[in-house]
C-alpha cells in the first residue's frame, strides 16, 4: 500500500515538472480576450463557450496563466485594516455594551404586575392532568417524579424570564400564554414552522428583539413583502437604540423561499431554499450593514455604516448606490427596485423614486 | 459581420436596468455597446429575438452604462469608477506582488482607461474592449492578469540565455553517469507528451491548472465548476490513466519489457531532471505537495504562479 501511494506522489512530481515546462512553451495563438476570460471566471459563460475556452485553455501556456492568476486574485483576502483602525478596533466593546445595557434594563424595568402567575398555574394544572390522565392509562411508565418528566419544557427558553418582563409591553399580549411561559419550546422555532401572516411574523420579531436587545445572537427573520413599512419602523428602531451591527440578520422575500443574509464588514449571503443553505455573495463592500428589505425574490436593498446602500435586482449582485450623506443609515423600506426609503440613524429620511439616482431628504 | 437587430423597447428598457441616467449618458452610445456586445457574442450567426433578449438581459448593465459613460469622458463615471474600483484592482496587484511592484501595473491601466491615445481625435479607451459580459471588477482584474503574464513571458524571453547554459550542464553531467537514463528520460517524455495529448480537454486543464500553475483544489474547482473533493477524485483518475498509458506505450510503442518499463520509470520519476523540460521556465524543485496536502487553500508557503 505504502508503496503504491509512494509511487503515486513520484508520479506526481513527474507531471509537476514536465507539466510546468509544457506550460511555459505552449501557446496556440488567438487566444482568450481578457473579457471571456473574466466571464468564465464569473460563470457567467454559457455551457459552448466555456467548452470553447476551456478547449483552448488547456493547450494555451498564456490563457492558463491568466486565468489561474485571475482564480487566486478572486480568492484574495481582504486588504488588512490600516493601522490606526486595528489599533483603535474596539469591536469587543459592542457585545459588552449591548449586554450593559440589556442588564441595564433588566433592573430599571418596573416588575409587571404577575404576568404569569396564573398562567403559570393553569399550564401546571394543565401538565398535572395530562400526566395523570397518561398514567392512567398506563402509559407514563417512567418512575421518575413527574416535575422531573415536565422539566425539559422549562430550560428550552432561557429567555423567558427577560420576556416576562417586555413581553407586556412590545407584542400587546398577542402571544399565548403557553409561549410566555416556555411551555412551547421556542418562539423562532414556532415562527418558522407556522405560515404566519406576515403583520403576524413581524410583530413576533418585534417582540422577540424587543425582548432580548443584545442576547439574540442568531438572525432575526424579518418577512420581506408588502408590509415594508413595518420593516423599516423595526429596523429603525432597533438601530436608534443600539447603533451596533448585531452579527447577522436575515430577511427574506415574499417567495419565503429567498433569503438573504448580512452583516458587519460588508457581509451578505444569499439563500434559495428556505435558509437552509447559504451562498456566501462577493459585495467587495466592507461597510457593516445594518437593515435591509427586500420586497420581491429577486430585489434586495441593504444599508449599512457611512452611507451604505447596496442593491441587487438579480438577487446575487449587489450595486452600491450613490447616497448624499456618509451618515450611518439605520433602516430601510422599498416597495421595488426603484422606490425606496431610507432612514439615518439620526432620525432623517431619504427618498428615492429611480433605483437610487437620486436622494431626496423629506421633511421632518 | 451582421448586427442582431436589438428592438428600440428592450434598448430603452436595459437603459433603465442599466441606470444609465445617473451618468447622462445618452442612450445611442448604449445601444452602440449593446449592438457591438451581441455582435460580438453572435459573431456569424442568427440569433432569435428571445435569445438575444436573453443574452442582453444577463448583461452586466450598469457596469457596461459606467463602462460607456467613463469612455465618453464623464467626470462623474470616471470619478465613481475610481472610488470603486481602485481599492479593489490595488488589492488584485498586491496578490500579484505583494511588494507593490504590481501597483505601478494597475496604475498604468488607468491611462488605458482614461484613454490618452488619440487617434484623428477620438478618444480610443480601453473600456472599449468591456462588453458587460462579465463584472467590471473581474475585467479589470483579468486585464490585468494578462498585462502580468506578458511581462513575465517577455522577461522570461530576455533571461532565458543564462539559464538554457546553467540547465543544460547538469543534464549532461547526469547523463555522462548513467547513459540509459538519458534514453529513459526520452522515452518517457515521448509517452508522457502522448498520453497527455490523448486526454480529454477538461482532464488536460485540471491537470495543468493543478500541476503547472499551482491552483489549489477549491481554485480548480471553483474555474471548473466542480466540487473540490470532485476535482481531486478527477485528478487521481488522470493520474492513474496517464501512469497506465505510459506503461502501455512503453511496452507496446518502445518494445520494453515489464522490468524495463518498471525501470524506465523509477529512474525517471526518481529524478525528472533528465527529462529536462523544466528549462524552458526555470523552474526549481519544491514544487506541488501532494493533493491531500493544498486541498485546504494557500498557506503561508504559497509560491509565485508560473507562467
Not at chain 1, 510546468?20 to 473579457?35: F, H, M, V, W
Not at chain 1, 419565503?256 to 449571503?269: E, H, I, M, N
Not at chain 2, 457596469?63 to 469612455?71: E, S
Not at chain 2, 507593490?100 to 478618444?123: I, M, N, P, T
Request: one cysteine or more.
Amino acid at each position: 500500500m505504502d508503496t503504491k501511494r509512494e509511487g503515486d506522489r513520484s508520479f506526481e512530481r513527474l507531471l509537476r515538472q514536465s507539466l510546468r515546462s509544457n506550460a511555459g512553451s505552449a501557446l496556440t495563438g488567438g487566444c482568450l480576450d481578457a473579457e471571456t476570460i473574466a466571464a468564465w471566471a464569473d460563470g457567467s459563460l454559457n455551457q459552448r463557450d466555456r467548452a470553447v475556452a476551456e478547449a483552448h485553455a488547456s493547450e494555451c501556456a498564456r490563457c492558463q496563466a491568466t486565468v489561474a492568476t485571475l482564480m487566486k486574485m478572486s480568492a484574495a483576502p481582504p486588504a488588512p485594516d490600516p493601522w490606526w483602525r486595528r489599533r483603535l478596533n474596539l469591536g469587543w466593546l459592542v457585545p459588552l455594551t449591548a449586554g450593559a445595557i440589556a442588564v441595564a434594563f433588566w433592573f430599571a424595568l418596573p416588575n409587571p404586575p404577575s404576568p404569569g402567575l396564573s398562567d403559570k398555574r393553569e399550564v401546571q394544572s394543565r401538565a398535572d392532568e395530562s400526566a395523570k390522565r397518561q398514567e392512567q392509562s398506563g402509559l407514563a411508565r417512567s418512575d421518575a417524579p413527574l416535575v422531573q418528566r415536565q422539566q425539559p419544557a422549562a430550560p428550552a427558553e432561557p429567555l423567558a424570564p427577560r420576556q416576562q418582563r417586555a413581553a407586556p409591553a412590545a407584542t400587546g399580549r398577542n402571544e399565548s400564554k403557553e409561549e410566555r411561559e416556555g411551555a412551547i419550546p421556542t418562539r423562532r422555532a414556532k415562527r418558522d414552522e407556522r405560515p404566519a401572516s406576515a403583520p403576524a411574523q413581524l410583530k413576533e420579531a418585534d417582540a422577540l428583539e424587543k425582548a432580548a436587545p443584545a442576547a439574540a445572537p442568531t438572525a432575526a427573520v424579518v418577512a420581506g413583502n408588502a408590509a415594508q413599512s413595518s420593516v423599516g419602523r423595526r429596523d429603525q428602531a432597533a438601530a436608534l437604540s443600539a447603533p451596533a451591527v448585531a452579527p447577522a440578520r436575515e430577511i427574506q422575500s415574499p417567495d419565503t423561499s429567498v433569503r438573504w443574509r448580512f452583516g458587519a464588514g460588508g457581509l451578505v449571503q444569499y439563500s434559495i431554499d428556505r435558509g437552509a443553505t447559504w451562498e456566501g455573495l462577493s459585495t467587495d463592500f466592507v461597510a457593516d450593514l445594518t437593515a435591509g428589505a427586500a420586497p420581491s425574490s429577486s430585489v434586495c436593498w441593504l444599508v449599512g455604516r457611512a452611507g451604505t446602500v447596496l442593491l441587487t435586482t438579480d438577487g446575487r449582485r449587489f450595486a452600491r448606490l450613490p447616497f448624499p450623506e456618509s451618515a450611518d443609515l439605520a433602516a430601510v423600506r422599498a416597495t421595488d427596485a426603484r422606490t425606496a426609503v431610507v432612514t439615518t440613524a439620526d432620525g432623517r429620511t431619504f427618498n428615492t423614486a429611480d433605483g437610487g439616482s437620486t436622494w431626496t431628504e423629506a421633511p421632518r | 459581420m451582421r448586427s442582431p437587430q436589438i428592438d428600440d423597447v428592450l434598448i430603452r428598457r436595459l437603459y433603465d436596468r442599466a441606470r444609465a441616467e445617473r451618468w447622462h449618458l445618452p442612450i445611442g452610445v448604449l445601444a452602440e455597446a449593446l449592438h457591438a456586445s451581441a455582435t460580438r457574442r453572435f459573431a456569424g450567426e442568427d440569433p432569435g429575438a428571445h435569445e438575444l433578449e436573453k443574452y442582453l438581459e444577463s448583461l452586466h448593465l450598469e457596469d457596461l452604462a459606467v463602462a460607456c459613460a467613463c469612455a465618453t469622458g464623464n467626470d462623474a463615471a470616471w470619478e465613481h469608477f475610481v472610488r470603486e474600483q481602485r481599492p479593489l484592482l490595488y488589492r488584485a496587484a498586491d496578490v500579484l506582488d505583494p511588494s507593490g511592484g504590481a501597483r505601478e501595473l494597475a496604475d498604468s491601466l488607468y491611462a488605458d482607461l482614461y484613454g490618452l491615445k488619440d487617434r484623428g481625435g477620438d478618444r480610443q479607451s480601453l473600456f472599449g474592449y468591456f462588453h458587460g459580459r462579465s463584472s467590471l471588477t473581474t475585467w479589470l482584474r483579468s486585464v490585468l492578469a494578462q498585462r502580468h503574464i506578458d511581462r513575465l513571458r517577455a522577461q522570461r524571453r530576455v533571461e532565458s540565455l543564462p539559464d538554457d547554459e546553467a540547465a543544460v550542464a547538469p543534464a549532461t553531467s547526469s547523463g555522462a553517469a548513467d547513459p540509459d537514463r538519458l534514453r529513459y528520460a526520452a522515452l518517457v517524455e515521448r509517452a508522457l507528451q502522448r498520453a497527455v495529448s490523448r486526454l480529454d480537454a477538461r482532464d488536460r486543464l485540471r491537470l495543468a491548472c493543478y500541476y503547472a500553475q499551482d491552483l489549489t483544489l477549491a481554485e480548480v474547482g471553483r474555474l471548473l465548476r466542480e466540487h473540490e473533493a470532485t476535482v481531486s477524485r478527477h485528478l487521481a483518475r488522470t493520474r492513474q490513466a496517464l501512469r497506465k498509458d505510459i506503461e502501455r506505450e512503453l511496452r507496446v510503442g518502445e518494445g520494453l519489457g515489464e522490468a524495463q518499463v518498471a525501470d524506465c520509470l523509477a529512474s525517471v520519476v526518481e529524478d525528472a531532471g533528465p527529462i529536462d523540460l523544466g528549462r524552458v521556465l526555470g523552474t526549481g524543485e519544491g514544487g506541488k505537495e501532494s493533493g491531500r496536502d493544498r486541498s485546504m487553500g494557500r498557506g503561508e508557503g504559497r509560491r509565485g504562479h508560473q507562467a
